[in-house]
């Protein structure tokens, strides 16, 4: 029987998908307690390179071998990202030398069972919702465990490994995996159209919410946002403890732009309150707060004053509301938006809230639709979005390769521009290379004072 106990007592562990954000943070929860890890993932990425300083061994492509061959033993464990299907290669294999095997969720679950869980929901702002509650326990000496989808700037890392019985984390609700969590605290910060390929519609999403919401009892907490419509209907069956985060109050500022991110503050004020932290030692605490990894990100410059910015943003709703927030800090700056599309069936559902939602930039690029788990849908392409857009907004260009947009810029963006690569998949990389080509890449550590900059060359 897979339990808590078997999960301290196993010494091997594979990962499939071990690049993924939240399967590479349990990847490190089980490296710092000394267990041998391996794992697979199509890509290198940072967070790859980080689990091989580690002392994970990592290999390039999915194969049968990479579970178990001759040259090595066989794992106590396999944990997979729910990515991959069910015909993946080393999940058959695992399967067939009958090795347990863990979903993401599942691992999640498990470790959350004995944990005075604070789980963070919702459609958009799970991350930085999560890191500002992070912070403000680690701050209020609460020693949390702290698994999240990004990573946490002062700790250059996605899992904190705290000594208390805290543990926060981001609860997915796609294919409702946030059901494995066993929460004290659930946090709601909105619910929108989103994974339609698997809910089909609205109140499907709101029925997963519900399930999600009656795993609360009698003294546990729901905090939610009373004015996002959507959510109302979640809580009327709640029989926990209920808190409207939007009657905490404002009255303070972030380092971070954006209303979005105001309220994703009042949300860790309501969990602070229920944890008795002092609203001042909060507030300290979230006027701190400097964002995480791909959110909202400066990147560093080129030339005098070109910037470049990063956002994770890749569904309309937080589209809109970054560039949004991009305009009240940038002012007049000209904004250039790369958007990566991420996955054929959001782009198709979606395709006329997409066209929409990039008013406040003043020039979009699109580039091909990053696929991740789906296959080529021939139905839907990038150049349909970027024909789509242009009923909107006149200055809109498509181009396939990231080799050619960041010829493009080059040749185009101006001294006092600011470019803002957008997507959940390795657009990153357009920004990345840009900087490469006038100096060495960029340090994580080194985004605070690159932050300033931006700051003080921008008004």
């Not at 990894?293 to 309309?316: Q, S, T, V």
């Amino acid at each position: 029987m897979i339990d808590k106990n078997f999960l301290k007592a196993i010494k091997r562990v594979h990962f499939i998908g071990i690049g993924g954000i939240g399967v590479s943070a349990i990847a490190r929860m089980m490296l710092m307690e000394g267990k041998k890890v391996s794992g697979s993932d199509r890509d290198d990425s940072i967070i790859i390179k980080e689990l091989k300083k580690l002392g994970a061994k990592i290999y390039k492509g999915h194969n049968a071998k990479n579970v178990q061959c001759s040259a090595r033993p066989k794992p106590d464990l396999v944990v997979y990202t729910t990515a991959i299907s069910p015909s993946n290669p080393e999940l058959k294999r695992a399967k067939k030398l009958k090795i347990p095997t863990l979903s993401y969720p599942e691992t999640l679950g498990l470790i959350s069972k004995d944990k005075y869980t604070i789980a963070v929901s919702g459609a958009h702002g799970k991350t930085t919702t999560t890191a500002m509650i992070a912070e403000v326990l680690i701050d209020a000496k609460f020693d949390p465990n702290v698994i999240i989808g990004s990573l946490l700037k002062k700790q250059n890392s996605n899992f904190i490994a705290g000594k208390s019985k805290y543990f926060i984390c981001e609860a997915c609700e796609y294919k409702k995996a946030f059901l494995n969590l066993n929460p004290k605290i659930i946090i709601i910060t909105n619910i929108d159209n989103d994974h339609l390929d698997y809910y089909k519609n609205l109140k499907n999403i709101q029925r997963a919410f519900s399930q999600f919401v009656s795993r609360l009892r009698k003294n546990d907490f729901l905090v939610y946002n009373g004015q996002d419509k959507n959510s109302r209907p979640v809580i009327k069956k709640a029989k926990c403890k209920i808190i409207d985060y939007f009657k905490i109050g404002k009255g303070f500022k972030l380092k971070i732009p954006g209303e979005h991110n105001i309220k994703n503050a009042q949300a860790a004020l309501a969990v602070a309150k229920i944890l008795k932290i002092k609203r001042e030692n909060a507030l300290k605490s979230l006027e701190n707060f400097s964002g995480t990894w791909r959110r909202f990100e400066y990147k560093g410059r080129l030339k005098k004053g070109l910037l470049i910015y990063d956002d994770y943003a890749h569904h309309p709703t937080e589209i809109k509301a970054t560039l949004r927030a991009g305009r009240e800090f940038f002012g007049k700056h000209k904004i250039w938006c790369v958007f990566q599309p991420h996955l054929y069936s959001r782009t198709k559902i979606l395709l006329g809230d997409f066209a929409r939602s990039f008013r406040d930039a003043d020039e979009v690029i699109i580039t091909d639709i990053y696929a991740a788990r789906e296959k080529n849908d021939k139905r839907i392409k990038a150049k349909k979005l970027a024909e789509k857009i242009r009923q909107y907004k006149k200055n809109v260009l498509y181009l396939k390769k990231f080799a050619d947009i960041e010829k493009f810029l080059k040749k185009n963006a101006k001294d006092g521009d600011v470019i803002m690569t957008m997507g959940a998949g390795d657009v990153f990389k357009i920004g990345e290379n840009l900087l490469n080509s006038v100096r060495g890449r960029i340090s994580l550590k080194s985004v605070s004072r690159y932050r300033r900059l931006a700051s003080n060359g921008i008004k």
